[in-house]
């Protein structure tokens, strides 16, 4: 099945102690689509200026992504700059232009209303809730936020995440949400809005996931060197939704699986810029790396 | 078979958000000789100060450990006073009183020499060594330290390390002592000194383990409420060890197992202040947060 991507296009400029790069091509729906391509048909919703390189739209054309939904308006595009210093898992924002991200409406083309599976990548809960309601009969929705629509639009978010189905949020986010500190209560405290599921990124921890059946948790692929963790987060939601579309069943074994699919992606994104390495990747080194996460949580017996 | 633990005995002093404790039982070899009594006989070798209330001495022989070792000196016991706040995985040192532990020159009673498991807990590594050279045929020798001794006992740290088996340590030490900032590249710096096992523990994020066989990962068991993290990593590895010593075979899977069972008494540990959860905790309990936590990294098919 085909998976609809919401969320923001945009181009990064980053520096980490392996180098910087200018005016790349990232934003959540980008990461999150290229991820969720690798599984499935992607259709991506997201707006840019008329200064947004002709060739990473044909990239992801010709990734098979569906860029119907990518609105192609007058103005700049949204840019983001940021570094990142000791603290792997923390970016630091040193400049968010929105620019025509910043009256972004999201309408769905007609052919899009019918999709099942949906992520709905950072981004206004109002928009969010606004996408929802086009589509006429999802079967999984998926959703991620940040601090600020936490801070500010919170009961258009809580609204929104009565409806959803997943939500895919870093460790600082739950519990900034639930009003607490201990992230196994504030889980179930978000749980309690009814999800199948909450999965928390924890960076290079790993994620864990609460589902109606219980606990899972996974580590992150232990990696040697990380150049650049800008979109791993999105990868991972990317690949997390992509292996589910193309999968029949929503079962807590399959969320799991999902998991470590995303996992793997998220792993090989940070071991480049932008995309320079998601782009490269084959499906088997994804299944290898799946391989070598499930070894590495093995016991005998389990 | 019996295990042998090396290590402070304190008076500690504690105060977290749950409230706080005076002068109680406390200090990294009571921490670890309690969990592991759990599965096999104790031998402790420390010292106190003729102050040391006597109802400690005979709580730790109620539990079948062997106290012989437990020098009982004129002066003060070794008295210890921190805090948690919000950040429960680090203790914030008010004071440290060496008292007694400032002279503290482990001989081990004749008995003890022909000890196969042996836990070298956070010491001067001068005296871990003293110790070590007095044990004639040991089987599995296992060390933890500190920051204080990569700081200022470096050279004495490596002479032991290259004469050990398990070296468990925590994230932020691995990386001091490999001079290295990306956690599995430290890792692997430390296994290159010879070590069978590197078991590094993450406080709330669970440990990972780097055998010549691979990564194993095992998140903290979740809990709810945590009063007094004091003694976590003391509590896990003397779980780890004592289990090790109650097997007959030391194969990356007996390792596993071992973590998953530190793992789950260091859960129970940190529940109340200094050892009262811990002293009630039955073996069964112990079984069944194993198999929770076993159960929270399975795949169908891993």
């Known amino acids: 099945m085909s998976l609809l991507v919401v969320g923001s296009v945009a181009l990064d400029s980053v520096k980490t102690s392996f180098g910087e790069v200018s005016e790349v091509l990232g934003g959540a729906a980008v990461y999150s689509s290229v991820a969720a391509s690798i599984f499935t048909q992607v259709n991506l919703v997201g ?18 992504i569906d860029t119907k939904g990518l609105k192609v308006t007058k103005g ?5 700059k940021g570094l990142y210093e000791e603290n792997l898992n923390e970016a630091i924002t040193l400049e968010t232009q929105l620019n025509v991200f910043a009256s972004f409406d999201p309408e769905l083309p007609q052919g899009y209303k019918d999709i ?19 589509i006429k009969k999802p079967k999984l929705v998926a959703l991620d936020t940040m601090n600020y629509w936490i801070n500010h639009k919170k009961d258009a978010l809580l609204e929104i995440i009565k409806e959803i189905d ?59 060197e990380v150049k650049d963790p800008t979109g791993a987060g999105d990868t991972f939601a990317g690949g997390f939704m992509g292996y589910l579309s193309s999968q029949d069943e929503i079962s807590f074994h399959c969320l ?21 390495r998601l782009r490269l990747v084959k499906r088997e080194e994804v299944l290898e790396r799946v391989k070598s996460l499930k070894n590495m949580v093995k016991f005998k017996d389990n």
């Open 47 to 64: 707006v840019v200026g008329d200064d947004f390189p002709k060739e990473y739209i044909e990239y992801l054309q010709g990734r098979g």
């Open 76 to 80: 700049k595009t949204f840019r983001w």
């Open 116 to 134: 099942k599976y949906v992520f709905l990548a950072n981004i206004d809960p109002t928009l969010q809730l606004k996408v929802l309601r086009q």
């Open 166 to 224: 997943v939500m895919v949020v870093n460790e600082a986010e739950v519990k900034q949400l639930s009003k607490e500190d201990n992230i196994n209560k504030a889980m179930e405290r978000i749980m309690a809005y009814g999800l199948k599921c909450l999965v928390v990124k924890k960076g290079e921890y790993g994620v864990v996931a609460l589902h109606q059946e219980g606990f899972f948790f996974l580590p992150a692929f232990p990696l040697k």
């Open 256 to 276: 799991k699986e999902a998991i470590a699919y995303g996992t793997a992606l998220a792993s090989f994104n940070v071991e480049d810029f932008s995309l320079e």
